[in-house]
Nanobody
Framework: VQLVESGGGSVQAGGSLRLSCSVS????????MGWFRQAPGKEREEVAR???????NYADSVKGRFTVSQDNSKNTMYLQMNSLKFDDTATYYC???????????????????WGQGTQVTVSS
């Protein structure tokens, strides 16, 4: 299974970006998907996860500003990021967990596959 992120870049504070995560090599619907980020000198943080019951779960730091979605027909997950802040600067990764039902709880150790990351830089 391969995950490829795209859509990162540089943006001013208050701006928006949309990240994409394209999945290949297996049936997309077999996986539960999530987004992570890691800033220099900081631990990796799970920021969003798709949930079969509630739709999605978000970290408090991005709630109300980020929206995760997916298009099963395109084997792709998205992260719409609005009202970006300087503290959102990080490398963003998508991850896939092989599972039959997707719960929203954040558990970084549950993921089986990871993308290579895409850089998001927000200037203040």
């Amino acid at each position: 299974v391969q995950l490829v992120e795209s859509g990162g870049g540089s943006v001013q504070a208050g701006g928006s970006l949309r990240l994409s995560c394209s999945v290949s090599g297996d049936t997309y619907s077999r996986y539960c998907m999530g987004w992570f980020r890691q800033a220099p000198g900081k631990e990796r943080e799970e920021v969003a996860r798709l949930d079969d019951s509630a739709g999605a779960n978000y970290a408090d730091s991005v709630k109300g500003r980020f929206t995760v979605s997916q298009d099963n027909s395109k084997n792709t997950m998205y992260l719409q990021m609005n009202s970006l802040k300087f503290d959102d600067t990080a490398t963003y990764y998508c991850a896939a967990e092989l599972a039959t039902f997707c719960t929203g709880a954040f558990r970084p150790d549950r993921y089986d596959y990871w993308g290579q990351g895409t850089q998001v830089t927000v200037s203040s």
